[in-house]
């Protein structure tokens, strides 16, 4: 039914920048708030970050704040995460989620994940 395909995963060094994509064929977009969640090996999943879905607000966990930044592009159906400064810590699978309001992300469609690998 509803596809969220995120991308922009890779191979990194400490210190380095990534953007990840997620393209969204929920319609209509702008109404749905997007998340971003990781899971690395032998850990539970964890939030990273949401947007509600005008945009106007942002939530962060503790681990990625002033470092990362969500945001969102309606015209585009994709929302994104702006990674700098990644740390060893960062590397995880990352999905990218969307529910009717921030609150509810975890109740809602669910993507495939990309791989962020960061060397030390």
């Known amino acids: 039914q509803v596809q969220l395909l995120e991308s922009g995963g890779g191979l990194v060094q400490a210190g380095d920048s990534l953007r990840l994509s997620c393209a969204a064929s929920?319609?209509?977009?702008?109404?749905?708030?997007m998340g971003w969640f990781r899971q690395a090996p032998g850990k539970e999943r964890e939030f990273v970050g949401a947007?509600?879905?005008?945009?106007?607000?942002?939530y962060y966990a503790d681990s990625v704040q002033d470092r990362f930044t969500i945001s969102r592009d309606n015209a585009k159906n994709t929302a994104y995460l702006q990674m700098n400064t990644l740390k060893p810590e960062d590397t995880a699978i990352y999905y990218c989620?969307?529910?009717?309001?921030?609150?509810?992300?975890?109740?809602?469609?669910w993507g495939q994940g990309t791989q962020v690998t960061v060397s030390s």
């Open positions: 947007i509600s879905g005008s945009g106007g607000n942002t």
């Open positions: 989620a969307s529910g009717i309001t921030v609150a509810t992300i975890g109740d809602g469609y």
């Open positions: 929920v319609r209509p977009f702008r109404i749905y708030a």
